[in-house]
């Protein structure tokens, strides 16, 4: 079968069928899954909306750590532009496609939280020289919208990539300049994002699945009040000293990361 991986989330692989376009979910990456007889779960072919398409795809997400045995799990694909399609794991024959209401969503990360509506206000943003400001405004923006395991802390991640072109990878590589952010605070005007360089012990992962934080103590190596990226550059960002750190590919590895996911910690 001529497979593409598109996606993970929760640590579970998305795959899809370059000839038909149908779309399977498989623990292959659980390392207490079967190597030779992996889970495999079937969801439908994806169809294009007549202004959409389901060729290049920006992310996934699904509303629970697990599609088995949850009626209530919901997968969801966001393309690159306008479409967005929902599908449920064993109820649903087709996928429920979704025109995104504005244009700058077309690059936006989809994730599942808690129901309700979300209105963010920003506070304290960092002290920045005018230079520093023009040299951001010059790069490409992604935002990440992520909650502490316990739910008790949410966080707004802005990424700042600038792009430029290299002939060695023959196209655009991108070089992380600047992460800033933004911890939800309860205030006496409401919920408000402010600016903060202090996560404590917790580490946010970032990359075209949905990020996720986990506590530094939790994982041998980990570096606390850090972003760790992949996808625009391969490192991570110290919000103590406000500097990106970029790992170098060891000698004969790729150059550039196809697929470049996070997997969150598994239980082992």
Request: aromatic content about 12%; proline content about 7%; overall charge negative.
């Amino acid at each position: 079968m001529d497979e593409e991986m598109m996606g993970a989330s929760h640590g579970w692989g998305f795959f899809c069928d370059r000839t038909d376009r149908s779309v399977r979910i498989s623990d292959i990456f659980n390392p207490l899954a079967s190597k030779t007889n992996p889970v495999m779960i079937p969801l439908p072919r994806l169809t294009a909306l007549p202004t959409g398409q389901t060729e290049k795809v920006f992310n996934v997400a699904m509303s629970s750590s697990s599609p088995l045995g949850e009626e209530d799990c919901v997968v969801a694909i966001k393309f690159s532009g306008i479409q967005l399609s929902l599908c449920r794991p064993g109820c649903d024959l087709e996928w429920t496609n979704i025109v995104t209401p504005f244009n700058c969503l077309d690059t936006t990360q989809v994730s599942y939280d808690s129901p309700g509506l979300h209105e963010l206000f920003y506070r304290d943003h960092p002290v920045l020289d005018q230079s520093e400001w023009e040299l951001l405004s010059s790069c490409s923006r992604t935002e990440y919208l992520v909650e502490s395991p316990s739910g008790g802390d949410r966080f707004l991640v802005k990424w700042y990539a600038l792009g430029f072109f290299s002939s060695n990878l023959k196209g655009i590589y991108h070089k992380t300049k600047r992460l800033m952010v933004f911890r939800e605070e309860e205030t006496t005007e409401g919920k408000i994002m402010c600016y903060t360089e202090d996560i404590g012990d917790m580490c946010i992962f970032l990359a075209s699945n949905e990020a996720f934080c986990i506590p530094a103590s939790s994982c041998l190596g980990l570096k606390p009040n850090c972003v760790y990226y992949m996808g625009r550059g391969f490192g991570f960002y110290d919000l103590t000293t406000g500097e990106a750190h970029h790992y170098k590919a060891p000698k004969g590895a790729p150059s550039a990361l196809t697929a470049p996911y996070w997997l969150p910690p598994f239980a082992i």
